[in-house]
């Protein structure tokens, strides 16, 4: 059977478990297994090389020990185990030799647990998905790596479709090219304040070791220069499972916290990064009290603002920063206009793709934007270009992704600018002039109007489902002054 196969069947059983509710948890559920079983064949790699190599596990918790049997626990027996034996000690797991001073990869583990979850209620059925995982994979072989690394993109982009859990990841052409045009060195710092499941991260190890490693102290190098940051405990578990399948050996860099709520002033000088590629969560709202750790002039509930201002911050003077924003950002005003008039004094915003609509589907329809910047001199000209879609596609979908090939366009302008019906060059006094609103139109195409009868139809009928709602809203205002009167 193949990887893929096998991963399907592990869901489809994972399916009839009453504890199992939705793709989110599935997927949950699935990675804290795969990554015992991936860090165990890690671990036997590292035995091989290393005699002298010591576990951070107790004996009892290695997967080879209590889950790769067939034969082995199963039912009440088994979920005893997971639940009141397994998750607590790797949830509080400290160093076998040191005591309470956990090593770099026990610190990994624990953090990985802190929050993970074992949602499934029938140890017969989790005997079955656990005899399916040491049967499909095997770390150790490097074709089978290889198609796991693929498996495991595709089981993030199945994120897209589990509810707002979508926000966890970012469509890989956009990730690849941002990457490519910030073009981290070897031994620069590379950052993803709120990471997700390490996208930025994973495409910014494959960059550098295509283009720059060269001997294995190049490849130690690299493993010491990548920073993420998540809030969130799947995404932060998934991450750092990405991390390991990529060959991240110890992924002690990738920390279970909220950049947000640490004071912006407590950043200091050794903070500092060369480079930082992002997709902050955009549209949502930080809880009371965030917005105090950043100046008066800043302070906002936004997600996306609060870490557009920290990104600034934790750029060294010559950093180079690539980030995702929506077009709420770029046309608004009150604070969102102080962040824009910060970042085109202190830093040169160069350039400003603009996506069309669907990138993000079916997550979000919001048309959004890559920001490209590089900290410590102000802005003279923003370029903008206007990411067309390809020829003959109207809307991208699950069946019709964006590709990277659709970004050879820019790269190709990118190293020499001209004006072209896709770019445009707009200065600082203009924007200024326009109270630092960056929702610059293409000048080189006029006021397009669709005629295309199925969007027009679905415009009304948009049109007339908010009519309702408004209706339906003021029939319960009226009705509540009334009742009140």
């Given amino acids: 059977m193949s990887l893929s196969a096998s991963i399907k069947s592990i869901q489809d059983t994972m399916r009839k478990d009453v504890g199992v509710d939705g793709d989110a948890q599935r997927i949950g559920q699935l990675v804290w297994m795969l990554f015992l079983k991936i860090f165990d064949d890690r671990e036997q790699e590292w035995e091989l090389l290393d005699d002298g190599y010591r576990s951070p596990l107790p004996e009892t918790y290695r997967w080879r020990n209590w889950a790769a049997d067939p034969e082995g626990m199963t039912g009440e027996e088994l979920m005893s185990f997971v639940d009141n034996e ?149 995404p932060h578990l998934l991450a750092t499972t990405n991390m390991i399948l990529h060959g991240i050996e110890v992924p002690s860099q990738i920390r279970h916290d909220n950049t947000l709520a640490r004071p912006l002033i407590s950043w200091g000088p050794k903070d500092r990064v060369a480079c930082i590629v992002a997709n902050p969560p955009f549209g949502g709202m930080e809880e009371d009290g965030i917005e105090t750790n950043f100046p008066a002039a800043f302070r906002t509930r936004e997600t996306a603002d609060l870490f557009l201002v920290l990104i600034m911050h934790l750029l060294k003077d010559g950093g180079r920063a690539a980030v995702v924003l929506p077009d709420g950002f770029l046309f608004g005003e009150g604070i969102k206009s102080r962040i824009k008039e910060k970042l085109l004094t202190e830093c040169d915003l160069h350039t400003v793709v603009r996506l069309p609509n669907g990138v993000f589907n079916p997550y979000t329809g919001i048309k959004t934007n890559l920001l490209f910047f590089t900290k410590g001199r102000p802005t003279t000209d923003v370029w903008f270009y206007e990411h067309p879609y390809p020829v003959g596609v109207k809307n991208y979908s699950k069946t019709r992704p964006m590709r990277i090939e659709e970004f050879a366009a820019e790269e190709a302008w990118w190293s020499d600018r001209q004006e072209t019906p896709m770019a445009w060059k707009v200065s600082l006094d203009e924007i200024r002039a326009r109270n630092w609103n960056l929702d610059c139109k293409n000048p080189h195409v006029g006021e397009q109007e669709s005629h295309d009868p199925d969007e027009l139809l679905a415009q009304y009928r948009q049109m007339q489902a908010e009519i309702a709602a408004l209706q339906e809203q003021l029939k319960a205002a009226l009705s509540g002054a009334l009742d009140g009167h």
């Fill in 86 to 234: 397994l998750f607590p000690a790797l949830q509080s797991l400290t160093d076998p030799v040191r005591g309470h001073t956990p090593t770099p990869v026990a610190f990994v583990i624990r953090s990985v647990f802190e929050d993970a979850y074992n949602y499934m209620k029938s140890g017969q059925l989790l005997r079955q998905v656990l005899n399916k995982i040491q049967a499909a994979v095997d770390f150790n072989r490097a074709q089978e790596r290889h198609a796991f690394g693929d498996m495991y993109e595709q089981l993030l982009r199945d994120l897209q479709n589990a509810g707002n859990a979508g926000e966890f990841y970012t469509p890989r052409p956009v990730t690849e090219f941002m990457v490519r045009m910030v073009d981290p060195q070897l031994d620069e710092k590379v950052m993803d304040p709120a990471c997700g499941t390490g996208g930025f991260l994973t495409c910014t190890i494959e960059h550098k070791r295509g283009r720059y490693v060269k001997t294995p102290q190049d490849e130690q190098v690299l493993q010491a220069s990548l920073y993420g940051v998540e809030k969130k405990p799947l």
